[in-house]
């Protein structure tokens, strides 16, 4: 079955951009989505269809997806960022949907 | 504006069966496809199953497939997971979340705000 990796953490200092990477076979032939998920709440998303930005989510979030990695960037990191990060697809010869692991973002 | 409400959850023992239900607002309910997903305590999302827009196709994970059943009532613009032989592992914080895209493969753009099965003796 298809499998997306990203790394367990990451740290950044404030302001200071963080970059979040999901590795899968091909990833950049499948559409990726991200999810923010704080503490107690329900994810939410904030890119999709690789670079795609909801209304309401910053311009500081960005995505893009090419080969094999995903990467949500987020650019001027404030502490309100600090939270789980995570990617998603669609795999199409399983039909099912795909997280990865989650990323743990920590602002220093 | 859009809203989700999952209900149902609970305490249940092993083997079991429990019903859970996510009555949909502010949006057409019969134009989307619907998910379900889950969140085990201290760990990551794991999707459950989807349905589409008219119910007419239905996707499950390895993990509930022929355990669990998802279907959708529009007359009620709600969403169902039915939930048989309910295992400890089955235990998390179950979503329910609107596909954004035009079928299946697009962002969950609107989620609940999540109801916690746990299956324990």
């Known amino acids: 079955s298809y499998v997306l990796t990203q790394p367990p953490s990451v740290s950044v200092a404030p302001g200071r951009t963080a970059r979040i990477t999901c590795g899968g076979n091909?990833?950049?032939?499948?559409?990726v989505h991200w999810y923010q998920q704080k503490p107690g709440q329900a994810p939410v998303l904030i890119i999709y269809?690789?670079?795609a930005r909801p209304s309401g989510i910053p311009e500081r979030f960005s995505g893009s997806n090419s080969g094999d990695t995903a990467t949500l960037t987020i650019s001027w990191v404030e502490a309100g960022d600090e939270a789980d990060y995570y990617c998603q697809v669609w795999d199409s010869s399983s039909d099912h949907v795909i997280f990865g692991g989650g990323t743990r973002l920590t602002v220093l | 504006q859009v809203q989700l409400v999952e209900s149902g959850g609970g305490v249940v023992q092993p083997g079991r069966s429990l019903r859970l239900s996510c009555p949909a607002s502010?949006?057409?309910?019969?134009?989307?496809?619907m998910h379900w997903l889950r969140q085990a305590p201290g760990k990551g999302l794991e999707w459950v199953a989807v349905i589409s827009y008219d119910g007419s196709k239905k996707y499950y994970a390895d993990s509930v497939k022929g355990r669990f059943t998802i279907s959708r009532d529009t007359s009620k613009n709600t969403l169902y997971l039915q939930m048989n032989s309910l295992r400890s592992d089955d235990t998390a914080v179950y979503y329910c979340?609107?596909?954004?895209?035009?079928?299946?493969?697009?962002?969950?753009?609107?989620w609940g705000q999540g109801t916690l099965v746990t299956v324990s003796s």
């Open positions: 269809y690789d670079s």
């Open positions: 979340a609107r596909d954004g895209g035009s079928g299946w493969t697009g962002g969950f753009d609107y």
């Open positions: 091909t990833i950049g032939s499948k559409s």
């Open positions: 502010g949006f057409t309910f019969s134009s989307y496809a």
